[in-house]
């Protein structure tokens, strides 16, 4: 069964970065589209990052030149660098199978999340 386990997470001042990682296993990884979303309440989870089997990779436009998706096929694990944060970007942050077609639709697979939070 596939498992997605997010880590990274936590409270930065503006302008600061954090990296989070997601370690995924119990699927072919390897063949897989991968993405990072976020949610904050009240908000539906919206695409942030993709990145595809072949390394190519998508952003959300609010965070295109900050934020960095990376994957590492040895170790299954998916990571987003993030830098130069901003308190919107504060949310809750979740990793996620994605469709190869359209990278900011989810598969319905998801981790746990990993909570961000950036002040002012």
């Known amino acids: 069964q596939a498992q997605l386990v997010e880590s990274g997470g936590g409270s930065v001042q503006a302008g600061g970065s954090l990296r989070l990682s997601c370690a995924a296993s119990?699927?072919?990884?390897?063949?897989?589209?991968m993405g990072w979303f976020r949610q904050t309440p009240g908000q539906e989870r919206e695409g942030v990052a993709g990145?595809?089997?072949?390394?190519?990779?998508f952003y959300a436009s609010y965070v295109k030149g900050r934020f960095t998706i990376s994957r590492d096929t040895a170790k299954s694990t998916v990571d987003l660098q993030m830098n130069n944060l901003q308190p919107e970007d504060t949310a809750d942050y979740f990793c996620?199978?994605?469709?190869?077609?359209?990278?900011?639709?989810?598969?319905?697979?998801w981790g746990q999340g990993t909570q961000v939070n950036v002040s002012s």
């Open positions: 996620t199978v994605v469709t190869c077609s359209e990278w900011y639709r989810s598969t319905g697979y």
């Open positions: 119990g699927f072919a990884f390897s063949v897989n589209c």
């Open positions: 990145i595809y089997p072949s390394g190519l990779t």
